[in-house]
């Protein structure tokens, strides 16, 4: 009996192992760019991002962030499975930043759009798109994001508000290593972030980016 109990401990342990396994794969399926948590406060993260490496698509004159992102994405996905010039297919990466590029005065105005996908080391060399596709490969340098994360769907209703809230939490000052730090934006632009597919109805996660200026955690 007692020999028994503990084979069937040993299958629920090695069955527990599997499922841990199988998910930690899923959860690092995607590829996404690297950054250090340079400050950390109840309401907002400040992340400073290395030099990488992304596809955009611009959309220009938009009044809809739904729309502009949808627009936007398709491009993107169209690349990633083949439309380049070696018809390569590549994993897609998270998140999906939708950049707000002329922050406009209220949620209603119409704005410049860019969204853009991380190009994971994986994926080099970079195949040029599709001219048809009229995606850009741009590089990004080394930068500090404030950061605010908010769950559920992110379109024309939320997100608006989601950047006022954190442009709040920047005007407070914040405390680093002991040293209160005054901490300044950049109002030129704001982006989303988003790190679920459309079909993931539960449990989604978002984020709203400021670009900090000047970076003053940059080594």
Same mark, same amino acid.
């Given at each position: 009996m007692a020999e028994e109990y503990v084979q069937i401990l040993i299958v629920h342990s090695l069955t527990l192992m599997v499922l841990l396994f199988t998910c930690n794969r899923h959860v690092n399926a995607t590829e996404s760019p690297p950054y250090a948590i340079v400050l950390s406060s109840q309401d907002l993260e400040i992340r400073l991002y290395r030099d990488s490496t992304w596809?955009?698509?611009?959309?220009?004159? $938009?009044?809809?962030?739904?729309? *502009?992102?949808? #627009? $936007?994405?398709?491009r993107l996905y169209q690349y990633i499975h083949g439309g380049n010039e070696n018809n390569a297919r590549f994993k897609i990466t998270t998140p999906t930043v939708t950049t707000v590029v002329t922050?406009?005065?209220?949620?209603?105005?119409?704005? #410049?759009? *860019?969204?853009?996908?991380?190009?994971a080391s994986i994926s080099r060399p970079i195949p040029m798109p599709s001219p048809q596709l009229n995606l850009q490969i741009s590089n990004w340098k080394s930068r500090c994001v404030a950061v605010r994360r908010f769950s559920g769907f992110a379109g024309d209703d939320n997100v608006y508000t989601e950047r006022s809230l954190l442009s709040i939490s920047l005007a407070k000052s914040s405390i680093l290593n002991g040293k209160t730090v005054s901490i300044s934006e950049d109002k030129s632009s704001y982006s989303v972030a988003q790190?679920?597919?459309? *079909?993931?109805? *539960?449990?989604?996660?978002?984020?709203?980016?400021?670009?900090?200026i000047p970076c003053p955690f940059r080594h």
């Amino acid at each position: 009996m007692a020999e028994e109990y503990v084979q069937i401990l040993i299958v629920h342990s090695l069955t527990l192992m599997v499922l841990l396994f199988t998910c930690n794969r899923h959860v690092n399926a995607t590829e996404s760019p690297p950054y250090a948590i340079v400050l950390s406060s109840q309401d907002l993260e400040i992340r400073l991002y290395r030099d990488s490496t992304w596809i955009s698509a611009a959309v220009a004159g $938009g009044t809809s962030f739904n729309n *502009s992102t949808h #627009d $936007g994405f398709h491009r993107l996905y169209q690349y990633i499975h083949g439309g380049n010039e070696n018809n390569a297919r590549f994993k897609i990466t998270t998140p999906t930043v939708t950049t707000v590029v002329t922050a406009a005065a209220s949620s209603n105005a119409s704005s #410049d759009y *860019s969204v853009s996908m991380y190009m994971a080391s994986i994926s080099r060399p970079i195949p040029m798109p599709s001219p048809q596709l009229n995606l850009q490969i741009s590089n990004w340098k080394s930068r500090c994001v404030a950061v605010r994360r908010f769950s559920g769907f992110a379109g024309d209703d939320n997100v608006y508000t989601e950047r006022s809230l954190l442009s709040i939490s920047l005007a407070k000052s914040s405390i680093l290593n002991g040293k209160t730090v005054s901490i300044s934006e950049d109002k030129s632009s704001y982006s989303v972030a988003q790190y679920n597919a459309s *079909s993931h109805l *539960s449990g989604r996660v978002n984020e709203v980016w400021i670009n900090v200026i000047p970076c003053p955690f940059r080594h």
